[in-house]
């Protein structure tokens, strides 16, 4: 809503009010001594009937007072002055007659609307006072109707500038709330995705149009990648690349571009539309990231661009501390994949073993977070510690000799033995690490799963012979999703077992090996664990019974 023309401008001057006198009567020379008369003092006109005077009434009005004569051929007075109110009840009627009857003036004082009754003849200034009071009787009829006319107008655009400051307030209040929302919201995300779907629902919210644009950088090389729309283009650049103009400068300078600059450069590239503002994204790294916003207005409003600036500030921040946060843990779990690896390297173990773990771990917890009983323990932080410290499930076979790690054939009681201290060294190894690292809760949650993999539900198991819930919750998920992998998959000395075997063992296993509710999960999401398998299945030859 743009804002009413001079809405607190002073209502206008009245306009010229008519001063204008008709004199209608029949008599020619009476109307000719009348305009000697009185022509120096009024604006006098006369008319020699009421056809004539109903004539230039039309032609010459509006008139101020009509004076008429009674006895008119054609048309009385009476009939005359009610034809003249009837086309304009502001001018004031005089009726001016040779008969004094008195049933005449009654009839002409209800009938006719006429505002005095004079005889003939009628006194030079009696005549005189009647114009006068006629004159200034319309006036202020006038006057009055002006002056409600301009109220009227001032009311209404006093509505208009009320209504405009109302949207004003109502689109300042609404852009203030979603700007308190939105930096509420930052502090619950998790990762860096869930701040970019926060920031472009914000933007399209705040703009009204999803023609939105950006790139970030979220390493330190000025390489910026498109991250929305997901078939933007470009979808990758590099600062130094970029031509002279808008959008280099924009990064480069920290400058802002809007409608109405020159959009230089082949600027217009960067826009899904009409092109309306380029802002960048500033960290205390520098410039981020780069947002452009199109659409079909011809600018932002200050208050709108204020709230934009101060979202992406926040952004910024935001973006920057979970990068940093996610290279971390990209770094951290290159270790785990490493130490992972390393204990893998020493067993006849292949390549997507570890995947497939992570992919079946974090399967059952989203199932188990969406149960009454689980939701309160099987939390995102809980899924996410699980799924980074599966692999570590067996580094403690690092401690086991090659002669026993890769026997080829069945196990001694007394190999075995040996095979089983690989738990017991995996916890006791993990355990000193996060005695050094309490804040760590994977290496925890890594400790639980390399202790707590072979136990089993009915105690039976090792290396502590735990029974039910006094086994971890993590050991517990990745003892089924172990054996399961297990199972299912190709090694070089044998095929995958069929997929109906191997769930059937799992469910033989319910209550003895396995913690009943994970094994009724597992049901429900057989079809998801088999499709796991499958698409990360490894691709080894199978030895022929002679080659074993």
């Known amino acids: ?288 990231g780069l947002v452009t916003l199109a659409g079909d207005g011809p600018s932002l409003t200050a208050d709108t661009l204020s709230t934009l600036i101060g979202m992406l500030n926040v952004t910024a921040t935001a973006l920057q501390s979970h990068w940093h946060r996610e290279a971390f843990i990209e770094a951290q779990d290159a270790i785990i994949t490493a130490l992972a690896k390393l204990s893998e390297y020493r067993d006849p173990e292949t390549g997507s073993h570890l995947l497939r773990l992570k992919k079946y771990c974090e399967l059952i917890c989203r199932h188990m977070s969406r149960t009454e009983r689980y939701a309160a323990s099987v939390t995102a932080e809980f899924t996410q510690d699980l799924v980074r410290s599966s692999p570590l499930h067996d580094i403690g076979k690092v401690g086991i000799p090659d002669a026993i790690l890769k026997k080829p054939g069945r196990l001694t009681p007394e190999e075995f033995q040996i095979m089983k201290t690989h738990a017991a060294i995996g916890g006791d190894t993990l355990r000193s690490v996060y005695e050094q690292y309490p804040s760590q809760g994977f290496i925890k949650c890594g400790m639980d799963v390399a202790y707590g993999h072979h136990e089993r539900w009915d105690g039976s198991g090792y290396p502590l012979g735990l029974r039910g819930e006094d086994i971890p919750l993590a050991a517990r998920i990745l003892a089924l999703v172990d054996v399961y992998d297990a199972l299912t998959s190709r090694r070089v000395y044998k095929a995958p077992m069929p997929r109906g075997e191997a769930m059937n063992l799992i469910v033989e296993g319910n209550g003895s090996h396995f913690d009943p509710d994970i094994v009724a999960a597992f049901q429900e999401l057989e079809p998801q664990f088999h499709r796991i398998a499958e698409t990360y299945a490894d691709h080894v030859e199978v030895l022929a019974p002679d080659d074993q």
């Not at 005449?104 to 006194?123: D, E, G, T």
């Not at 509420?184 to 990762?191: Q, S, V």
């Not at 590099?238 to 020159?262: K, M, T």
């Open 1 to 288: 809503m743009t804002l009413p023309s001079n809405p607190t401008a002073e209502p206008a001057a009245l306009p010229e009010i008519s001063r204008k006198i008709l004199f209608v009567d029949d008599e020619i020379l009476l109307l000719e001594g009348i305009k000697r008369q009185l022509r120096r003092d009024f604006d006098l006109t006369v008319a020699d009937g009421g056809a004539a005077g109903l004539r230039i009434l039309a032609e010459r009005g509006p008139f101020a007072v009509v004076v008429s004569d009674y006895n008119m051929p054609d048309m009385d007075g009476i009939a005359f002055l009610n034809a003249v109110y009837r086309q304009y009840p502001n001018t004031v009627l005089v009726m001016l007659t040779g008969r004094a009857e008195l049933d005449i003036a009654v009839n002409a004082l209800h009938s006719a609307h006429i505002a005095r009754f004079l005889n003939k003849p009628c006194p030079p200034e009696i005549l005189r006072e009647t114009l006068n009071d006629g004159l200034e009787q319309y006036r202020l009829k006038m006057a009055e109707q002006i002056l409600q006319s301009q109220l009227q107008q001032a009311n209404h655009q006093l509505g208009q500038l009320n209504a405009h400051l109302e949207d004003l307030v109502a689109k300042k209040t609404r852009a203030l709330a979603l700007q308190y929302r939105y930096v509420a919201n930052m502090t619950r995300l998790n990762d860096s995705r869930g701040v970019v779907s926060a920031l472009i629902a914000a933007l399209t919210e705040l703009i009204g149009s999803n023609a939105i644009g950006l790139w970030l950088s979220p390493g330190a090389d000025q390489q910026f990648r498109c991250f929305h729309p997901q078939n933007g283009e470009p979808n990758q650049f590099a600062v130094a690349d970029l031509p002279e103009g808008a959008i280099r400068r924009a990064i480069a300078e920290n400058r802002r571009w809007q409608f109405g600059s020159p959009l230089d450069g082949g600027g217009i590239a960067w826009f899904t539309g009409q092109p309306l503002a380029c802002l960048p994204m500033v960290s205390s790294r520098g410039v981020i």
